[in-house]
């Protein structure tokens, strides 16, 4: 829970009219009412006139708030400042394809960074795969043969949410907390990135 001040934006121009206090007890995208019966009532809102469109709005993320920050710094700067790390970065590998299937990007970005390391998808304790739809997410799992029971244990972006600009740090920070609670070693933060691009990092815990 959090006390906050939000702006209040003038439509007609833009710019921030007034504010107002708010308490946030609770995320902003989930909602207790949904029902599968809800769900399976939604139109699609891409491919509207075959019958076989299967994105609607009960499967896609929503614009949500949010902010995160890391940390990142060599182990000598650490040990200086008298910081623990949580996790190690043990490096990334970026992939490419094409650009009106961006959102597969993690199927060729994680194949190269496993390669680097000398590692397999089963050494992997846990992923965070952020995609903006459910079917990128479906479709990455199963080409990439990720255990359902290590992928997104705490929710993807359709519960989270999915902020512009702060992916990244906030799929680490996730991962972070959720390997020193389970005591994991290995953990892997993938996602597409617009233009036809995959990226994936590879951590190891401080434990």
Known sequence: PLQVKRGIIDKQTGKIAGEEEYYVDRDECNRADTTLAGLLKLPPVFDTTSGQGSVTAGNSSQLSDGA????????????????RPKLVFRGYAVAGCEPDEMGIGPVFAVPKLLQRHGLRVEDIDLWE?????????????????????????????????????????????????????????????TMCIGGGQGMAGLFEACL
């Open 129 to 189: 795969l952020n995609e903006a739809f459910a079917s990128q997410v479906v479709y990455c799992r199963d080409r990439l043969g990720l255990d359902p029971e290590k992928l997104n244990v705490n929710g993807g972006s359709i519960s989270i949410g999915h902020p512009f600009g702060m992916t990244g740090s906030r799929l680490v920070g996730t991962l972070a907390n959720e390997m020193l609670r389970r005591k994991a070693r290995l953990g892997v933060v």
């Open 68 to 83: 995160s920050a890391t940390l990142l710094m060599s182990r000598e700067r650490a040990e200086a400042l008298g910081v």
